[in-house]
């Protein structure tokens, strides 16, 4: 009965009640995507602010846990990002074979590194050896940089979403939502060069481990 309840209260953290919330949001920005550009763009967006709360919460109500990783790099890297990718692929079919690409790499490249991240005996997928890529020990290890990366290559699809609908209003002589796409696309840009490095690295760490087994 007491580990039932232990059980229980992982559940009922509140940094995982905010990844449940997170999860409720896309999901419904999901239902009005086709249709209704305003409230899917409040919602999923309001979704992946929250995220920069759930990290803080568990920190601050000292209620961190494996579930809660879990939960938070599920809503990252899958449930949110897949179905606005998946949206824009049909809005730009022109272009969906590149989105599509680019939700795989992001997702293979995460998935990999979290299981190399396993297999070398990491208590957590952010913490990197001491020869690992300079750009890959930075993304994980400032806070601020990773937020906003992460935020910035949000930004970039959710402002290519908007544009099907609408430039956005008038800002500095052009449309607010253009002017976001083209602010946040180098950052877009940089952080699939980082799922690059990041898929290359995770690869050739399941590669050794696979190498020193066979030597036992």
């Known amino acids: ?36 550009y305003v409230r899917a ?3 999923y967006t309001t979704s992946c602010l929250l995220d920069a709360f ?5 920190r601050y109500f000292n209620q961190v846990s494996l579930f809660g990783a879990v939960l938070d790099l599920l809503t990252d890297r899958v449930i949110a990002p897949v179905g ?12 969906s074979l590149l989105f ?5 790499l992001d997702i293979s490249s995460h998935w990999l590194h979290l299981h190399s991240s396993i297999l070398t005996g990491k208590q957590s997928h952010k913490t990197l050896d001491k020869d690992a890529n300079a750009l890959m020990k930075f ?4 806070r601020i940089f990773l937020f906003s990366m992460a935020a910035g290559n949000e930004l970039f699809f959710v ?14 002589g052009g449309g607010l939502f253009i002017i976001m796409a083209a602010a946040t696309a180098p950052v877009a840009a940089l952080k699939l060069w980082v799922s690059v490095i990041q898929l290359k690295t995770a690869v ?7 190498g020193n087994q066979k030597h036992l």
């Open 1 to 36: 009965m007491a580990e039932d309840r232990k059980t229980c209260s992982v559940y009922l953290y509140i940094p995982n009640i905010i990844g449940y919330v997170r999860i409720l949001l896309a999901l419904l920005s999901f239902y009005y995507m086709p249709t209704d």
């Open 84 to 95: 606005l990718l998946v949206t824009l692929s049909i809005l730009y079919p022109t272009y």
């Open 41 to 43: 763009g409040i919602l």
């Open 204 to 210: 050739t760490k399941i590669v050794k481990v696979d």
């Open 54 to 58: 759930d990290g803080y919460a568990a």
């Open 139 to 142: 993304y994980y290890s400032n």
């Open 159 to 172: 402002s290519l979403y908007l544009l099907y609908f609408t430039q956005g209003p008038l800002f500095a």
């Open 100 to 104: 599509q690409l680019f939700l795989v």
